[in-house]
C-alpha cells in the first residue's frame, strides 16, 4: 500500500490523541515519566500559543505526530525586544520515530513560520537531532540566557540568514514553558498507567541539560 502523507492545522478532535502521542513519545526519555503531553495540554490556552503553526502529521489516514510552537523573545544590547518563536514538543509515536516524519513536520513548520514573518527559532535540546535541520550553537549567535550564560542544550536558527548579527541577545522564553511538575503529576495520573522506569538516557540528558558552552 503506497503511504499517503498529509500535514495539516491541529483541529479540535485531534487534541486527545495528540497529547497521547506526546505522552507516548516522551515518557522516561528525560526523566522517569514526562510533563510534555501536560504542557500540550494548557499550551493551547495560553497567549504565547501559536495556532496557525500547531501542525498534525497523518499517515494513511491516522494522526503520528505533532508540532506545536510559542512566541519567545530576544532582546538586544540596547534594550530592543525583537519576537521570534520556539517549538515544543515535537512529537512521532514510537513506532514511527527515526523513519524521516518528524523532519517533515519541522520542515514544513518551517516554511509557515517564514510565511507568518518570522525570523529566528531558539530550542532547547539534544543537538544530535536537530543541528540536522540547521541549528547551531546559541553562542554562535550570541544569543545567551539572562544570566549570560550560553546552554548547550540551546540552539538557534536563522530563517532569515545574519539576522542576528552585531547584536548580543537574551533569550526569553513563554511564562507557559514553566511547568509545575507537581501539576503535570496530577494531571498525569488521571490518565492511562504507564510504568516510570529509570533509564542510562536520563543521565545522558541531565548532564547535556547543566552544561554550557565556555564565553
Given at each position: 500500500?503506497?503511504?499517503?502523507i498529509?500535514?495539516?492545522?491541529?483541529?479540535?478532535e485531534?487534541?486527545?490523541?495528540?497529547?497521547?502521542?506526546?505522552?507516548?513519545?516522551?515518557?522516561?526519555?528525560?526523566?522517569?515519566?514526562?510533563?510534555?503531553?501536560?504542557?500540550?495540554?494548557?499550551?493551547?490556552?495560553?497567549?504565547?500559543?501559536?495556532?496557525?503553526?500547531?501542525?498534525?502529521?497523518?499517515?494513511?489516514?491516522?494522526?503520528?505526530?505533532?508540532?506545536?510552537?510559542?512566541?519567545?523573545?530576544?532582546?538586544?544590547?540596547?534594550?530592543?525586544?525583537?519576537?521570534?518563536?520556539?517549538?515544543?514538543?515535537?512529537?512521532?509515536?514510537?513506532?514511527?520515530?527515526?523513519?524521516?516524519?518528524?523532519?517533515?513536520?519541522i520542515?514544513?513548520?518551517?516554511?509557515?513560520?517564514?510565511?507568518?514573518?518570522?525570523?529566528?527559532?531558539?530550542?532547547?535540546?539534544?543537538?544530535?537531532?536537530?543541528?540536522?535541520?540547521?541549528?547551531?550553537?546559541?553562542?554562535?549567535?550570541?544569543?545567551?540566557?539572562e544570566?549570560?550564560?550560553?546552554?548547550?542544550?540551546?540552539m538557534?536558527?536563522?530563517?532569515?540568514?545574519h539576522v542576528?548579527?552585531?547584536?548580543?541577545?537574551?533569550?526569553?522564553?513563554?511564562?507557559?514553558?514553566?511547568?509545575?511538575?507537581?501539576?503535570?503529576?496530577?494531571?498525569?495520573?488521571?490518565?492511562?498507567?504507564?510504568e516510570?522506569?529509570?533509564?542510562?538516557?536520563?543521565?545522558?540528558?541531565?548532564?547535556l541539560?547543566?552544561?554550557?558552552?565556555?564565553?
Amino acid at each position: 500500500m503506497e503511504e499517503k502523507i498529509i500535514i495539516r492545522n491541529e483541529k479540535k478532535e485531534d487534541r486527545e490523541i495528540v497529547e497521547k502521542i506526546t505522552r507516548q513519545a516522551f515518557y522516561n526519555l528525560y526523566v522517569p515519566g514526562c510533563v510534555e503531553h501536560y504542557l500540550v495540554h494548557i499550551m493551547r490556552e495560553h497567549e504565547d500559543f501559536i495556532p496557525e503553526l500547531d501542525f498534525v502529521l497523518e499517515r494513511n489516514g491516522d494522526v503520528i505526530g505533532n508540532i506545536m510552537y510559542t512566541k519567545a523573545t530576544l532582546t538586544d544590547e540596547n534594550g530592543n525586544e525583537k519576537d521570534i518563536l520556539t517549538f515544543g514538543p515535537v512529537s512521532i509515536l514510537p513506532a514511527y520515530q527515526r523513519m524521516g516524519y518528524g523532519k517533515m513536520l519541522i520542515e514544513h513548520s518551517f516554511q509557515a513560520a517564514m510565511q507568518s514573518g518570522y525570523d529566528t527559532i531558539v530550542i532547547f535540546g539534544s543537538p544530535a537531532n536537530y543541528v540536522s535541520r540547521g541549528f547551531k550553537s546559541c553562542k554562535k549567535y550570541n544569543v545567551c540566557i539572562e544570566n549570560g550564560k550560553y546552554p548547550a542544550a540551546m540552539m538557534v536558527k536563522e530563517l532569515v540568514p545574519h539576522v542576528l548579527d552585531g547584536h548580543k541577545w537574551i533569550y526569553q522564553d513563554s511564562p507557559v514553558m514553566a511547568i509545575s511538575e507537581e501539576e503535570a503529576k496530577r494531571y498525569d495520573d488521571t490518565l492511562e498507567p504507564m510504568e516510570k522506569k529509570y533509564l542510562p538516557g536520563q543521565e545522558e540528558f541531565y548532564i547535556l541539560s547543566q552544561a554550557f558552552v565556555e564565553e
